[in-house]
């Protein structure tokens, strides 16, 4: 398909870090001061990339991956302090924000952050920024309105239990005038959390910092999404899904995974010559440099489970028009940067369409060992068009894993590995990664502090709670680990 290789650079490193686990005195990471700060930790330690988890609102589970709204982004990254500094909330309304709590309380902000933000709105004057965003962003922005202000109306529950005007999304446009007031509250969050990504991207720019974001390829059946387009998605007449996404038993799950997801309605899709995804995959590359797009093997093939099943044991896989779909994304968007999330069982079909559309894959090392013939042994790596990382939001840190490592597993990671004296063994893999001919290595932020499992792991795949809380102390910017990095990274010519 003609897409570009290298993203405009080679061999270079970056760090996985998301936003909310940075260092703030609000009980989550946000777009402010700190996020500047790691801006500066990067360009100070010679990294190219910041890659983030997604920037959605998160919902019931906490998960970035399960969305009310693909478009919109999170309300708790708003930095308060710079909400004060444009004189919308005073010192003693962040005193009352303030809270020590050593991981993200999800629950505690949704009871209290929301209240803020409605402090800081009511002193909001619009302005012809504000206007021009609400221009540009219509195509979602007001559904998105519409959506969180019959949610806050239904006291959160899910759309399928609205009265029938609410649930049928024509109905509800028609009606929508009476929700003015509270529709307004959420564009202004939506613009605000704009204007200060915007802010922080164009600082990252400036230090020649690219930000990689990330796309989950399938939405919330609760959200805006479903309840606006709910023709692009397979759903009975009760709004309910007719079969849900997940994966099949493996060898690290004997049910599988249930994700959950409405399954897409890609005959439809296909149809409308893929507007929806076009539309998607705009906003995407409106707020990243690069966008890694998750579980990229559903292009090709996915998985489907039938809707009130309880394990993922009874589905079946169902071919995925991918390669027309990203025909029509090159031909939109001819300079798009994707990275490919092809993890799991990757069959030839898979590897067709990667070829095909010539993205770079991933390399998790955490999966190299167990196989001498292994392609995430970075000896193996075919070429230089892949990423590697140590760890990932989905596995465990490097410290975790390769400790873990027995038998054969151990003997292998050993003759791989280069000795360095003084250097242990999360130093090692990262070594390896940054060795390698990979394009890009990334390393996730909890491998760099030597956190294992119980300190920093951010999601174990199919548990409903205790996830995604991970918080960095911010004493973690010591001269000793910037001295560190620069020079690994250095050694490894990635800067």
Known sequence: ????????????????????????????????????????????????????????????????????????????????DVLSSKGLLTKEELKGQRNNDKKVNYGRLFETRYEV????????????????FLRKNASWIEDYALFMALKVKNN???????????????????SSSQYESEMAFWRWVQFEFDAQWKHLRDYAKKKGIVLIGDMPIYVAHDSADVWASREQFLLDESYNPTLVAGVPPDAFSETGQLWGNPIYNWEKMKNDGFEWWLDRIGRAFELYDIVRIDHFRGFAG???????????????????????????????????????????????????????????????????????NSDYIPRNYKSEN???????????????????????????????????????????VIRLAFESKANLAVVQMQDYLYLNNEEGRMNMPSTPSGNWGWRMSPRYNTKALRDKISALTKETKRR
């Open 117 to 132: 933000l409605r402090t800081a709105f009511s002193r909001f004057k619009p302005n012809a920024e504000y206007r021009a």
């Open 386 to 428: 892949c990423v590697v990382y140590t760890s990932s939001h989905d596995s465990d840190c490097a410290r975790s894993w390769v400790n873990d490592l027995t038998g054969d597993a151990r003997k292998l990671f050993n003759r791989e590995r280069r000795k360095i004296k003084g250097e242990n063994l999360v130093c090692s």
């Open 156 to 174: 959160y529950a899910s759309f399928t239990l609205w009265n029938e005007c609410e649930r049928d999304y024509k109905q509800a446009r028609e």
């Open 302 to 372: 996915y998985y489907t489970i039938p809707f009130g099943d309880e394990t993922a044991v009874n589905g079946w896989w169902n071919e995925a028009p991918g390669q027309e779909l990203f025909e029509a994304v090159n031909e939109r968007f001819p300079s798009a940067k994707i990275i490919a999330e092809d993890l799991g069982v990757i069959t030839d079909d898979v590897k067709k369409l990667l070829s095909d559309c010539d993205f770079p894959g991933m390399k998790m090392l955490p999966f190299a060992f167990f196989d001498e």
């Open 1 to 80: 398909m003609g897409k570009l290789k290298n993203f405009g650079f080679k061999h270079k490193a970056g760090i996985l870090m998301p936003i909310s686990a940075l260092p703030n005195k609000y009980g989550i990471g946000s777009f402010g001061r700190e996020a500047h700060k790691f801006v500066d930790f990067l360009y100070e330690t010679g990294q190219k990339c910041w890659q983030v988890l997604p920037l959605n609102p998160t919902s019931y589970g906490d998960s970035p991956y399960q969305s009310p709204a693909s478009g919109a982004g999170n309300p708790y990254f708003i930095d308060l």
